[in-house]
């Protein structure tokens, strides 16, 4: 009898994926056939220090680069669609994107099978991006006082389990909340240290999103979370080589009083999942992203704030591409996109 | 004139490319199909601490994954050959064997295209495999004294230069000497701080490894300077999984009074490329694994040591496989494996 019910189980989420994919024209199953790949960095700078080294075996100081974002790409075979910049959010890394968390399609793989060149980016600091470690190997040593280390933090899981919304606390859960809670310590392991507070403002991350965006020469900047004022910021700096924002959860939106014109023509979509009003980190969130959208259309921009509940697909999480429905979540953005934004 | 020399100069790396491929299957041009992709963590456990964020928005303690190791990985259809995973070595990440820093095809897809599954991992505590941020937290609180910050270093480019043995000094070159300088700039930014002293013996990045090899029932274990030991190191901790070592200019090689019982039988490689004899650093290494291999064999192992000179790859630095030679290299190790390794 439980072997029957698994098996209607397995045969619901098919059913699901393959309604996923009705929307466009990628292949989400069977081989994957890709024109190119490849890594790089954006942006950095050079920094001389006396304090890189305390070991005998490697020079106490020199010259390091720091402020560069590693990129990696995928690009599919006759890319029709504009490419798209993934951009993780808080103590989190590209990984992000990939493989999900129970081990099913990542959605850098999804939008290049859906036709769309995709860059994953690990922010400045974070990941395979150089963090500076100078203030460290300097305070160890002695010659800097303990105040001067960066203001670095992990997120711990219990607080973060609400900050992610898979429950009013931690370890509760939403009713029907979607994310994949049995495999949450593979999620887990996905955190990082986070060195947001120990870089300057604006987050280096933005100059470097700028830098990408113009070599692309027409991208959609994709954020999550933390990350999300960097489209934004990116698009103050410089408009050039932005031709769409899409905004996960952002943890910030512009203010209202803020300069709109960069927007102006700009496609922008503010994407939310469920529980958000139950949320007192994120329900004002929700409010002044709201007030922002009104704000800039009202300048010139087509922005849209769009709640999954609404669009048939409740229960998201705040790391929804990652969620049991993550699939046909990110099937409906890349649908958004082909509707909304030319190149 | 000097249009035709380049002309001349194009056509020659060409040629070399389309040579360097005729020992194996694999088409390195054009479209890449792939079975299966994805990354994932190995190994990992939790910890608690009190100091995780000294910020009101994000709790000071409560648990955090710590010794995991990220893993990222591309399956060719229709695999035929062993997987292979590719270790980084001091200072930098998995983005070592990804797209050279002039921009060319990394040994990630070069092998993938010649038929094997190929996984490319962070070593703990680096890139995407999270570090332990608590002392630095603590320390920063005054809450631990300095001296108990984790002893963090990076490598100036500087004295970093000598070590990849680029050239006898800095910015010295030795002659006929392969790596792409004029794309230096792109490498240093590979480079991220190395918290190799901070982590307890054996490395974790150790029992990680045992625990890939033991999921992919059968791997080649392809190591690079800092990580040379690891491969050795986890054949010791259980041989399962392991049916080859490839050490790439190991930072060393296991001592010859160590039991020999675990490379009983094992195919294992140890690579090197040029000016060796040339630099302190490296010259009592290259010995030492030599003495190695001896002993090895005497026991039962199947181990030889090639100087990539006596086969015909003059000019090879220490990060081989991004020097203008890479491809040419990796071909000749793709075959190496299929002669020797079987699964």
């Not at 790949?37 to 010259?63: E, H, I, M």
């Not at 990941?127 to 303990?146: E, L, T």
């Not at 993550?326 to 996109?337: E, H, K, M, T």
Request: some cysteine; hydrophobic content about 40%; aromatic content about 10%.
């Amino acid at each position: 009898m439980i072997q029957w019910f698994k098996y209607l189980a397995i045969l619901a989420v098919a059913t699901l994926s393959g309604c996923a994919s009705t929307g466009g024209e990628g292949n989400l199953n069977g081989p994957l056939t890709i024109a190119r790949q490849g890594s790089f960095f954006v942006n950095g700078r050079d920094v001389k220090s006396d304090y890189l080294s305390l070991l005998p075996a490697y020079a106490s100081g020199g010259t390091i680069a720091i402020e560069q974002m590693y990129v990696h790409y995928q690009e599919p075979v006759a890319a029709k669609r504009p490419p798209v910049v993934f951009i993780h959010g808080c103590c989190l890394t590209g990984k992000t994107w990939e493989s999900t968390p129970d081990g099913r399609m990542g959605w850098d793989e999804l939008f290049v099978r859906r036709g769309f060149p995709t860059y994953v980016v690990d922010q400045v600091s974070r990941g395979r991006s150089a963090a500076n470690p100078s203030s460290i190997v300097q305070a160890k040593a002695g010659k800097a006082a303990p105040e001067t280390l960066p203001q670095i933090f992990s997120a711990a899981r219990e607080g973060a389990w609400t900050i992610f919304r898979f429950g009013p606390e931690y370890p509760k859960l939403f009713p029907g909340m979607q994310f994949p809670v049995e495999a949450q310590v593979e999620f887990w392991k996905q955190m990082v240290p986070d060195w947001l507070n120990a870089l300057p403002t604006p987050n280096p991350t933005v100059p470097a999103l700028s830098q990408l965006a113009q070599k692309l020469k027409g991208t959609v900047l994709i954020s999550h979370s933390q990350s999300g004022i960097y489209p934004f910021q990116t698009a103050i700096l410089d408009r050039r080589g932005i031709v769409g924002i899409v905004a996960i959860e952002p943890g910030a939106c512009p203010s209202t009083a803020s300069d709109m014109t960069p927007y102006v023509g700009l496609p922008i979509l503010v994407l939310w999942g469920d529980y958000v009003e139950l949320s007192p980190r994120w329900a004002p969130r929700l409010k002044s992203c709201g007030e922002f959208v009104v704000a800039a259309n009202r300048a010139g921009a087509k922005a849209q704030m769009v709640m999954l509940n609404d669009v048939g697909m409740p229960g998201a999480s705040h790391m929804l591409m990652q969620d049991k429905h993550s699939l046909q979540i990110g099937n409906w953005l890349a649908d958004w996109i082909d509707r909304h934004v030319t190149r």
